[in-house]
């Protein structure tokens, strides 16, 4: 058996520029569409929660992953945005170029799905937010028994275990693991907020496996991106045969073909009914909890916040950076990610601000900054069940 996994040339983001004026766009599409042309590159319309958005690329990996992603639109419904990825054009960095006056996109000399896909996102975000009044947000939401939980947070503090744990509940279903849409004219016709998520998969960290092994199974069967095939291209081989990872025996020595936790930023596209099954998943959740995470050795284990405390925590977006989220003479290191959004494109602090204020306090949504890093998972879990009762 073989994994059906793509290693792409920059496995990480690469060096961007989101606000590329009209005509300087329009010489790089020129560069863009010829290659594009030369390879009789395939097209695909995406269906964002009513927002088409448009891939024309020549990388198979990510033309099968969109695919895989997102809701089909009808290849006769009317573009709103477009991503053009070049790959193979001589004489260009890899690079992303953004024109927020087209709504376009244009990547040149990447097939990382990874940025590809938070870019259709954005896109499809900054019309919503400008024209429906919908927020974009960059968490994961699971619904309760019929009452709706979202959790933002930054990389490496918990967010996915802590929505397995909501879904595993005998109520609970998932949403989605990454991505919430919340669109608040319906808010103000039925009086409370809906969450909703535009995509069909889940486009997983594979390192999960490493603390739910039962994945395995799923990865293997599954389309997969910068998987470790080889064990010299793994930095976390200790001694001949140990994992500095897991304390345990190296997983090629076991005389497995792959490793799933070598890499931080290994993926794998899931369907979210493969993971879970189609009774554990739905497509909107009745928002009743916003849960924020940190990870120190210093703060409490459980702040309530007002709309205030919220807004302040989430415009500054404190986190660590990870390997595969940023430049790599960042990892290790803090940073900054307003609102724990690294898919805005078009970053309005006031109109986000906006947006969470109402939900916390138009929408009496509550708000819970919980911290991994001095309580237990099972701990924590315990905290949004117990607010959650209260909703």
Known sequence: MKVDNYTTASTARVNSDKNVPRAKFETLKEVAEKKLLESRAPRSKANLNGVTVEFYGNSMHQYDFWKLNWKKAPDSAHTDAKIYSAHGVERYEPAAYYCPELHESIFF???????????AL???????????????????????????VIIVAPT?????????????????????????????????????????QPE??????????????WLRKIFDESK???????????????????????????VFDEGLQWCYYAFGNSRALVPREKV??????????????????????????????????AIEILRKGEYMVRPGAGPKEMWGKLAGEPWYNPYLLLLDHARQEQFFRRMISKFHVKCLLLNTGVDSIEGTHKRIISMLDTA
């Not at 975000?125 to 309760?144: F, K, L, Q, W």
């Not at 189609?278 to 909107?284: E, L, S």
């Open 109 to 119: 000399n990447t097939e990382y799905y990874g940025q590809c896909k938070s870019w």
């Open 122 to 148: 954005g896109m499809a975000a900054a019309i919503m937010e400008e024209n429906r009044n919908t927020h974009s947000i960059h968490g994961a939401c699971v619904d309760v028994s019929g009452r709706g």
């Open 156 to 196: 490496g503090t918990g967010k996915t275990t802590q929505a397995f744990k909501l879904m595993e509940l005998p109520g609970g279903r998932i949403v989605g693991d990454d991505w919430v849409y919340i669109d608040h004219n319906e808010g103000e016709q039925f009086g409370h907020l809906i969450g909703r």
């Open 200 to 213: 069909k998969s889940l486009y997983m960290r594979t390192e999960t496996q490493m603390s739910k092994p």
């Open 224 to 250: 997969c991106e910068n998987v470790t095939t080889k064990k010299e291209n793994c930095e976390f081989t200790q001694g001949p045969t140990g994992c500095k990872l897991t304390g345990g025996k190296c």
């Open 276 to 309: 879970f099954g189609r009774g554990k998943v739905t497509d909107q959740a009745r928002i009743k909890l916003l849960v924020l995470l940190r990870r120190d050795d210093k703060s409490p284990p459980e702040v309530h916040l007002d709309a205030d405390g």
